[in-house]
């Protein structure tokens, strides 16, 4: 296995690799065996493509593969690898990384506008690694979940809470935002739900007694956005 961190661009029609960049990595941090410091989803706003690389940061490049710009972090703690993925609206990008920290960079330069650290509740419970996997966007406001199980809302721009409301069992995925009946809303699931009997089955697989006890139980949260 090869001790880089790449960038890949593949043709669709084809799978032909166009082009593949990798970074020189001061360290790689350790993931368990069935994960990866390459977990998360590049983004791209059509001119440029976006690489989450955990501890070694943020990575732009154009769409031939020249780099443009890179924003380090970390390190972090992410057995699992970090799975946040970058997603860019309106020429500015929002990232994650462990124990729900929120970046806003300018994509066009790396810049960092402001950084939101959230501060844990008494209750912080997780499985598999502090991840968190992203957050959704709409209009001027951010949505994410966090470990001690709260829904937060974030102005985009500033960084600053506009409210949180706390859920049932912490969050590791990303919210989402729709619409029905000409009305916003925002979901998100909190707990592991219908899946913890799947997960401890592929964890016990994978190194039996390491992960004793997957949390069971879970709900989605549905809320009205004005």
């Keep these: 296995i090869s001790k880089e961190l790449a960038a890949v661009a593949v043709d669709e029609s084809t799978g032909r690799i166009l082009w593949r960049r990798t970074v020189p990595a001061e360290r790689i941090e350790a993931t368990h065996q069935i994960g990866s410091p390459a977990t998360s989803t590049p983004a791209?706003?059509?001119?440029?493509?976006?690489?989450?690389?955990?501890?070694?940061?943020?990575?732009?490049?154009?769409?031939?593969?020249?780099?443009?710009?890179e924003h380090r972090f970390g390190p972090f703690r992410d057995e699992f690898g970090a799975g946040s993925s970058p997603i860019v609206v309106d020429g500015i990008m929002y990232i994650t990384t462990s124990y729900n920290h929120?970046?806003?960079?300018?994509?066009a330069t790396g810049q960092e506008f402001w950084h939101y650290k959230h501060k844990m509740g008494p209750v912080t419970t997780f499985c598999c690694g502090p991840n968190n996997r992203g957050v959704a966007v709409l209009g001027d406001r951010l949505f994410m979940g966090t470990l001690d199980?709260?829904?937060?809302?974030?102005?985009?721009?500033?960084?600053?809470?506009?409210?949180?409301?706390?859920?049932?069992?912490?969050?590791?995925?990303?919210?989402?935002?729709?619409?029905?009946g000409g009305k916003q809303y925002v979901a998100v699931q909190s707990g592991w739900g219908v899946d913890s009997a799947g997960m401890q089955n592929r964890l016990n697989l994978a190194k039996p007694g390491e992960f004793p006890e997957v949390p069971q139980g879970g709900a989605i949260w549905v809320f009205a956005v004005n």
């Design 44 to 69: 791209s706003d059509g001119r440029r493509v976006f690489v989450f690389f955990g501890s070694h940061g943020l990575v732009a490049y154009d769409l031939e593969g020249t780099q443009l710009w």
């Design 149 to 180: 199980a709260k829904l937060i809302s974030l102005d985009a721009k500033t960084g600053k809470v506009l409210w949180q409301t706390r859920l049932g069992a912490p969050v590791q995925g990303f919210p989402v935002t729709f619409t029905a």
């Design 102 to 107: 929120v970046y806003a960079l300018d994509a």
